[in-house]
C-alpha cells in the first residue's frame, strides 16, 4: 500500500508501537482495577497520570497539532497514522493528550480564541492539566441539523446571560473538566447559518449544573464519562465570545473535518486489533477435531477483515491527503465517505472477532465488546450515516447537471 510518511512521522510510529507495547496495553486492566477501588469511578486512575509524564518524556505529547507554534505541527495525513494506533486501545488517546472532545477545543482556541482566552484555557490543556467539554447537541430537537439549536445566548451589557438544555457533552463527568465551549443562537432571526455563536463557559460558574451521566450500552467512560448539562441564567463577560457573533457554525464545520479523520483512524486502529485477537484465537482454540484456523469460515472471515480494513484505512489516508492540499472543503465528500466506511468496518470487524471468541468475546475479559460499543457510537457521533449519505448523493450529482 502507498502509504509513505515523512521520515519524522515514521519515527513517531516506531516510538507509539512501542510505547502501547511496554505501557499501554499492560497497564489496560490496571486501569479498570484503579477505577472500580476508586471510592468514586470519576478520580482519573493514578496509572494515567504515570503514563501521561512517561508519554511527555518521550515526545509522544500533543501529537495531534496542525498549527505553528504549538508542538509537533504534522499534517492531517501523518497525524493519521499515529491515530490509528491510538485508537488501538481505549485508554491511550489521554494518555498522549490526543483525546476527543480536547483536541477539538484546543484547536478551536488555536485558530479561533483570543491571547487572553489561549492564556487562560489553552495552555492548561496543552499541558493535560486541565479538560473541556463541548455542549452543542440538545435533547429536545433533532441534533443532526446543527442549525435546529434552540439555546439563547442573550447579550446584556457586557455579559452574556446564556439558557438551554446539553446532553452527550462528553468529559463533563470529568472533574478536571473546568471548560465549555458552549454552541448556542444570538440572533435567531438572522440567515440560517449565522443564528449560532460559540461562547467560552467555565464549568463552575453558576448556574452550569451537570444533571447526570448518560451511559453508553451500559458504559459509563469513566472518568471520562458524557453529561446532560443545564446552564439556567448563566452569565459570562462578553469577553468571552469566540471569534464573533454569528460565526459558530463556521468555527463547527472547521473544528469536525479533523476530529472524523480523527474517529475514523481510531476505529481503523480498533479494528486492527480485533483482527489480531482473531488470529491468535483461532489459532490457539479447537472444535470438532481441528483448530478454528482451518475452518474455512473463519478463513473468510479474516479474509474479509483484511480487505475491509485496508480499504477504510486508504480511503481516510486519501480524505486526509486531500484536506490538507486542497482544505476541508474540498474534501466534504471524502470526508463522508470514510464517517460512513469506518465505523462500519470497525463494527464488522470486532462483530466477528466477537464471533471467534464465543462468550469470552461479550466480557470484559476482553477489549473487543468496549471497542464494539464504541465504534457503534460513531455512526451518530458528528453527524449520523444518514446525513453524510445525503450529502455524498447530492455531491455525486452534482457531477452530472
Not at 512521522?9 to 499492560?26: G, H, N, R, S
Not at 464549568?203 to 444533571?211: H, I, L, Q, R
Not at 486531500?322 to 470514510?338: H, N, Q, S, W, Y
Request: overall charge negative; some cysteine; aromatic content about 8%.
Amino acid at each position: 500500500m502507498i502509504t509513505t510518511t515523512s521520515n519524522r512521522t515514521e519515527e513517531l510510529q516506531k516510538k507509539l508501537v512501542a510505547f502501547m507495547d511496554d505501557y499501554i496495553y499492560p497497564n489496560e486492566k490496571l486501569y479498570e482495577q484503579q477505577l472500580n477501588e476508586a471510592d468514586t469511578r470519576w478520580i482519573i486512575p493514578p496509572i494515567v497520570e504515570e503514563l501521561k509524564e512517561k508519554a511527555k518524556d518521550q515526545g509522544l505529547w500533543n501529537l495531534f497539532n496542525r498549527e505553528e507554534g504549538y508542538g509537533t505541527q504534522l499534517s492531517n495525513y501523518e497525524y493519521a497514522h499515529l491515530c490509528e494506533i491510538m485508537g488501538r486501545s481505549l485508554i491511550a488517546p489521554e494518555v498522549f493528550n490526543c483525546n476527543a472532545p480536547d483536541t477539538g477545543n484546543m484547536e478551536v482556541l488555536m485558530q479561533y480564541g483570543t491571547k487572553e482566552q489561549q492564556e487562560q484555557w489553552l495552555y492548561l490543556l496543552l499541558d493535560g492539566k486541565i479538560r473541556s467539554c463541548f455542549t452543542m447537541t440538545e435533547p429536545d430537537v433533532a441534533s443532526s441539523d446543527a442549525t435546529n439549536i434552540q439555546s439563547h445566548i442573550i447579550r446584556e451589557g457586557d455579559e452574556y446571560i446564556i439558557n438551554a438544555k446539553k446532553w452527550w457533552s462528553s468529559g463533563a463527568m470529568d472533574p478536571r473538566c473546568e471548560i465549555a465551549i458552549f454552541m448556542g443562537k444570538t440572533d435567531p432571526e438572522g440567515p440560517i447559518h449565522e443564528q449560532q455563536s460559540m461562547v467560552l463557559v467555565p464549568m463552575n460558574t453558576p448556574g452550569v449544573e451537570v444533571k447526570r451521566h448518560l451511559p453508553v450500552f451500559g458504559y459509563d467512560h469513566a472518568p471520562h464519562g458524557h453529561a446532560e448539562v443545564h446552564f439556567n441564567n448563566v452569565r459570562v463577560p462578553v469577553s468571552n465570545l469566540l471569534y464573533e457573533e454569528g460565526k459558530g457554525f463556521e468555527i463547527a464545520q472547521s473544528r469536525l473535518g479533523p476530529g472524523r479523520i480523527h474517529h475514523c483512524m481510531r476505529a481503523i486502529g480498533a479494528a486492527e486489533r480485533a483482527l489480531e485477537l482473531m488470529c491468535e484465537r483461532v489459532n490457539s482454540r479447537e472444535t470438532f477435531g481441528s483448530p478454528l484456523a482451518e475452518k474455512g469460515v473463519v478463513r473468510e472471515f479474516i479474509a474479509e477483515s483484511r480487505l475491509e480494513i485496508d480499504q477504510a484505512r486508504l480511503l481516510t489516508l486519501h480524505a486526509a491527503r486531500k484536506m490538507d492540499e486542497e482544505g476541508t472543503k474540498a474534501a466534504r465528500k471524502e470526508i463522508a465517505m470514510i464517517k460512513i466506511v469506518a465505523p462500519r468496518v470497525s463494527l464488522n470487524v470486532i462483530d466477528r472477532a466477537i464471533q471467534m471468541f464465543g462468550g469470552a468475546g461479550v466480557s470484559d475479559d476482553f477489549p473487543l465488546a468496549a471497542h464494539w460499543a464504541n465504534a457503534r457510537t460513531l455512526r451518530i457521533v458528528d453527524g449520523p450515516d444518514q446525513v453524510h449519505l445525503r450529502d455524498i448523493g447530492r455531491l455525486e450529482l452534482k457531477n452530472y447537471q
